[in-house]
């Protein structure tokens, strides 16, 4: 991952000086005023800000409690002329990282942003340890459902809680596979320990190992310290690994002896370091076809295949649809600071009869949508989105709710419903994986599955 710098400055030779400095190593962006600015932070994840003081349409210490309100968890190092460092002191006591002078010297411009991304590591790490103490105190099973599938997962949830046993879960894109094994962990013996997950999908190839394993210091180019891999994090607690499937195979020889030697060595390093995780695996497709087709090592398959959990798609549990509807509406309708009381028969009729490609997930974003964009106190019919009006739409969704569905008609179905979503969003595959609450990887593996193209 790249982190993001934004220079901010009026004069376009300084941006440009300071691009071409920063650009091979970072992500950079430019803007040239304080509304431009502004506009960046509210739609960017931005890591270090260089901020020009003296901008032509808004004062800069304005302009930096502006930008700490929209992110807290930026740094601001603040670009500043001689006659106007007791304003850059200033600048520090209301949030900035540090101050240069013009001419600034661009090795301690580089030595800054090394300091500042190394402390938003540090301040990452802390935030992710308290929370991991928070959770510690949630001890409750987070699977809702009212199903007998729902109440049979959670019975296994339970009794899973306290084995030291590797767990492979099987499941959709979106049908709670992190919950599930959040569940399995907060409930049982490791609830004081670690739980780290991963999603080896939403990784670049390139990147897995060392988030996995880490990295030693001058491993590879830019390693300019030592960085803790995902395995040290678990340590006497759980790493999970989602979409497992997705797994480079060079990795798999990897993790295989990891779970068979308890020990592995960081990206670079050469001294064994051991371990004591719990591995709890996740895949959206049938692990045991992945190894037929060759995509999937065998043994290392057979290593996860312990205990399997197998989480039903939404539409073979659609009991659960309206207390899972009522769940979402109150947690939002609570984060929003709104007053919705409920959803009318109407719109709850189409809720359960809707095809649910991206299962909890997108039934969760749609609530959510409908909390930020609805006036009213019920949730009406024409409170839903867009996809609900659909002609013919009703008949997919009986079609997709009735247990003798076969295997051959749901995925017509998924098809139908996925070249709709598609061309609803103009082919945009982000757009479109978004509107289904699914990740834009298993969107591009349906798309190859279904032969589907571009009309």
Not at 85 to 111: I, S
Not at 212 to 241: C, D, M, P, R
Request: proline share 2%; glycine share 6%; net charge positive.
């Amino acid at each position: 991952m790249k982190y993001k710098i934004l220079a901010i400055d009026d004069e376009e030779n300084i941006l440009t000086s300071l691009e071409l400095a920063f650009r091979s190593k970072y992500e950079f962006i430019t803007a040239q005023t304080g509304s431009e600015a502004i506009k960046i932070v509210s739609r960017e994840n931005i890591n270090v800000i260089f901020l020009d003081l003296n901008l032509p349409d808004i004062d800069g210490l304005r302009l930096l409690k502006h930008i700490k309100q929209i992110n807290v968890f930026c740094e601001v190092i603040v670009i500043t002329a001689k006659s106007d460092v007791d304003t850059a002191v200033n600048a520090m006591k209301k949030g900035a990282f540090d101050y240069v002078v013009k001419p600034y010297d661009m090795q301690r411009l580089y030595v800054l942003v090394e300091k500042a991304i190394e402390g938003l590591k540090l301040k990452s790490e802390l935030s992710y340890l308290k929370q991991e103490k928070e959770e510690a105190n949630n001890v409750k099973c987070d699977f809702i459902g009212i199903s007998p599938q729902a109440q049979n997962l959670r019975l296994a949830i339970k009794k899973l809680s306290f084995a030291n046993s590797t767990i492979l879960i099987i499941g959709e894109s979106g049908t709670g596979k992190e919950v599930v094994a959040r569940s399995i962990h907060y409930m049982g013996r490791y609830k004081t320990k670690p739980f780290v997950p991963i999603h080896t999908g939403a990784i670049a190839e390139t990147l897995i190992e060392s988030e996995l394993f880490g990295y030693e210091k001058g491993a590879f180019t830019g390693a300019s310290t030592k960085k803790i891999g995902k395995f040290e994090y678990a340590n006497g607690g759980t790493l999970f690994l989602d979409e497992i499937n997705t797994m480079p195979l060079h990795l798999q020889v990897k993790l295989l002896r990891v779970l068979q030697e308890r020990c592995f060595t960081r990206v670079g390093g050469t001294v064994p370091i051991k371990v004591n995780v719990r591995i709890i695996a996740a895949s959206n497709v049938d692990l045991n076809q992945e190894v037929q087709c060759g995509r999937f090592r065998g043994d290392l398959f057979y290593r996860l295949n312990v205990v399997t959990i197998n989480i039903p798609p939404l539409r073979e549990r659609f009991q659960d649809i309206k207390i899972l509807s009522e769940f979402f509406l109150a947690r939002y309708s609570r984060q929003y600071k709104k007053i919705i009381n409920g959803f009318s028969p109407e719109a709850m009729e189409k809720l359960e009869e809707y095809h649910w490609a991206g299962n909890v997930r997108e039934l969760e974003n749609i609530v959510e949508r409908i909390v930020v964009l609805s006036d009213n106190d019920t949730v009406l019919l024409e409170d839903l989105p867009l996809e609900f009006s659909i002609s013919g739409f009703k008949n997919i969704g009986n079609l997709t709710c009735t247990k003798k569905t076969t295997k051959e008609n749901f995925e017509n179905v998924e098809k139908q419903f996925l070249q709709r979503t598609l061309i609803e969003h103009n082919w945009n595959k982000a757009k479109s994986a978004e509107s289904l609450g699914i990740h834009r990887n298993t969107i591009l593996y349906k798309i190859k599955k279904y032969n589907l193209e571009k009309g």
